[in-house]
């Protein structure tokens, strides 16, 4: 007993404690159905298990981001090397995007 609480449900409250941590800080910053479109009103639904988004358009760029599928993202028109951007340093690969709404070109 540690402060006349069991050891048991000392070692539940931690494990509970975290998992709510890892929820909380494993949730990556990709939208969902709310998605911002970018400039041109354009939003794109992921297709991909799980699509990186660089920091350039080029496929050894540094990764910034992750989206996971059917996630939806705000986009821009500018397509580069087969990466579409979706905001400052913020780029992934066009044949894993597909239009959801929007202005997309």
Known sequence: M????????????????GVGLIYVLGAD?????GATPGSTGC????TADVLNVRSAPDPNAGIVGKF???????????VQNGFRKLGDNKWAAAEFLKPAQGNCG
């Open 2 to 17: 540690i402060l006349g609480i069991p050891k048991r449900t000392l070692t539940i409250i931690a494990v509970l404690v």
């Open 29 to 33: 910053k990709r939208t969902s159905s």
């Open 43 to 46: 939003v794109m639904t992921v």
């Open 68 to 78: 996971k599928k059917d996630a939806q993202t705000g986009a821009e028109l500018d």
